[in-house]
């Protein structure tokens, strides 16, 4: 009887915390390469140096994605802020967020909903020397999502045809591994991820444009009518 009831008072102290944010005040709001960037005030004042090597890292990524995201498929992009956290606890790294009542019902921020949050700026860091067109993948759901609807009949055929085809159950990772792409989870990592590849690099094979065209031919050409790219 003990241990159940010590159970559900951890329970409900759990969702009590998960409950808490930091409210849209709490954020200065800055403008970088035409996105608006609102970062965590905590991050600014108690991680400083963090702060401004995680600020550099996005500058640069958002600069490489508006050098070669053709111009009517960025000004879609540009509309979705991102927010910069120093470390929210129930997400190890980047994400989308595409609805705001998942938002309420789970204790976040619901202004976070249609947007691209950096939950942990020690691990964007880190995990983007071996992903480095992480926010293009954040931005492609949103694409994705808004633009696109993720109700899209030929992003789906595409998937369907690559999982159905099985060549993407074994490919290069860039640790130099074999792995089960992470684009079979579903058409929208597929999307994502193949959208890494040809406009940057991804971290599974097919890593570049050409890879792309000569692996998957059909999501090749479907994505250069998606993104308008001529």
Not at 33 to 49: A, F, I
């Amino acid at each position: 009887m003990k241990k159940t009831l010590l159970i559900c008072i951890t329970l409900a102290a759990v969702c009590v915390a998960s409950s808490e944010y930091t409210p849209t005040s709490g954020y200065i709001v800055r403008e970088i390469e035409g996105w608006k960037v609102l970062v965590n005030k905590e991050l600014l004042s108690d991680h400083t140096n963090l702060a401004e090597d995680v600020l550099k890292l996005l500058n640069h990524q958002l600069y490489q994605i508006a050098r070669i995201v053709p111009d009517q498929a960025l000004k879609e992009i540009k509309k979705v802020p991102i927010w910069v956290e120093y470390n929210a606890p129930r997400h190890r790294c980047m994400c989308y967020h595409p609805s705001e009542q998942w938002l309420r019902n789970n204790g976040f921020n619901p202004d976070k909903a249609r947007s691209v949050e950096i939950a942990n700026s020690e691990n964007f860091l880190k995990w983007t020397l071996d992903q480095p067109w992480m926010v293009m993948h954040e931005l492609a759901h949103s694409y994705h999502h808004c633009v696109l609807g993720y109700d899209n009949a030929e992003i789906r055929g595409a998937y369907n045809k690559a999982v159905q085809s099985k060549q993407y159950e074994a490919v290069q990772h860039i640790s130099g591994k074999s792995r089960r792409a992470y684009a079979l989870n579903n058409d929208q990592e597929y999307f994502a991820e193949c959208t890494e590849a040809i406009f940057g690099t991804n971290d599974f094979y097919p890593f570049v444009r050409s890879e792309l065209k000569q692996h998957d031919r059909k999501m090749y050409e479907l994505l250069r009518k998606l993104w308008k790219i001529e």
